[in-house]
């Protein structure tokens, strides 16, 4: 199971560096997860049972009534660089 | 062997809500940014997404109008990407189970009907807005300002199938798009500002080949304009390629405004990868069969509806389709007037072309009270008729929209009534010829500009009340004899 694990593809998604230890052990746990869903598909559950999503509860949807947000200084408060009111980061590409 | 090239659409449209699709922010217009943030559209830790109900009315409403499938039973997923446009992370989309699927949009081109197949239509949040600085270059920024005001915003995409043929299609659909969430009233439906965003996919492949040749991306259209010009220029980049056994590669392409060419973007690294999962903070989104129903009912109105009606007033599927692109008043009042003149096309020339130009020269956006399909349908008979000119019928149209006149009356008093006596303008005709037989000879000789000149003594004899193409005709018979 473990081999068909691209463990290097996985953190460049995730946008993470992993040493080689981390890769072994990270791609050991993945495994372990993927086992664990090949169980359950192999177990005989008639269709209704089965729940394509986590929460079991319905959906509660919001009135469209705009409320108080935060107020400019707020939003900004915790950004580790701004200028002219905007959040700086480091460039980025389209 | 021809060359057949295919194109498919991905269009975002903003609604227009009062606040976000999973926060109560404000949606606000205006440049100052940042000024419309909380927990949830910063993606802080602990926030959580509770859907709008408006926007997922307002979703339904167009699915349903694109004669797309209903998901009963849908969901909201994670689309996963690094990028600071959003910062989640995350975009919350709709995969698998988005609000609509198979549909259909009626478009209009060169005068004819046409069908645009809807691939589906699901809700997203749209992202905020990125500005590179730096000195030139995209690609030298030193660094990347973000306004999050336009994070969270309603986005719906509706996303066509690979069956669009031309530019012109293409263009028609959109403009079919956007008078359809403009009469559904759900977004400004604005290009310029932003409302309406679309991306173009683009494959050309020999006639008759089975599979889609390699399908390339352009992105950075801001007008039907340009719209057309991207579409012309990869068709015609990739027909070349093509021909020239080159390899085309699957990329996105970016359309330069100015230079009018497409150009490669730098690519995301390991970007077809969004790892969607179905978002674990929103329950899922079930419309059930009683709601659907009750936006069924409040659907207006649509384009392919209003086409059908002017259309069967009398009027072509061409001047049917730009009809319906005007505001409401205006097809409400052509259909009083032609009621009245029998007249489709008059009827139609007159509030599209006069009426309409003459309130705009005068930046008055609303008709006057005093001015009523009976008075301007007056005005049209009049000149129909022959009674007065169209020259006199435009300057009446001026004056009643300036006050309260009775468009005959008003005729009379001002000698615009035409001399349709046969007998009294074949009088003058005898008359400027008996006095022009020096022009006369150089008609004969060649020089038939110069019978507009005896028109125009006729015209100037009678005082302006004969018309012109009578007088044109009874003067053309006596020479001639
Ligand atoms: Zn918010």
Known sequence: MADKIDIKNVAKLASIKLNQEEEDRLKNDLSMIIEHFDALSKMDLPDDKISIHPLGMSLNLAEDIASKSLTHKEALSNAPESKDGQFVVPPSLD | MNIIPTIGMETHVELKTNSKMFCRCHVLDTESPNESLCPTCLGLPGSLPVPNKKAIEFITLLALSTNCSITNDGMFHRK????PDLPKNYQISQFDLPVGTEGSLEIVVDGEFGTVEIERVHMEEDTGKSTHIGSGRIDSATSTHLDFNRAGIPLVEVVTKPLIKSSKEAVAYIEELRQLVIDLDISEGKLEKG???????????HEGDKELGTKVEIKNMNSLK?????????????????????NIIQETRHWDEKKEVTSSMRSKEGSADYRYFSDPDIPNMILSNDFVNEIKKIIPELPSQKRKMFIETGLSIEDANNLGKNKNWIGDLYRSITKITGDSKSSFNWVTGELQGQLRKLEIKDLPNWVTPKNLSEIILLVKEDKISFTSGKEILANLIEQEIVPEEFASENNLIQENNIEEISKIVEEVIENNSEVLERIANGEEKL???LVGQIIKISKGQVNPSVAKEL????ISS
Do not use: H, P, W
């Not at chain 2, 996963?80 to 990028?83: C, D, E, G, L, P």
């Not at chain 2, 003067?475 to 006596?478: F, G, H, P, R, S």
């Open chain 2, 226 to 246: 340009s719209l057309e010009k991207a579409i012309e220029y990869e068709i015609s980049r990739q027909t070349k390629m093509l021909i020239a056994e080159e």
């Open chain 2, 80 to 83: 996963n990407y690094f990028y």
């Open chain 2, 451 to 453: 019978i507009g000149f």
């Open chain 2, 195 to 205: 409302n309406l965003r679309f991306d173009a996919n683009i494959s050309v492949a």
């Open chain 2, 475 to 478: 003067l053309l018979k006596e």
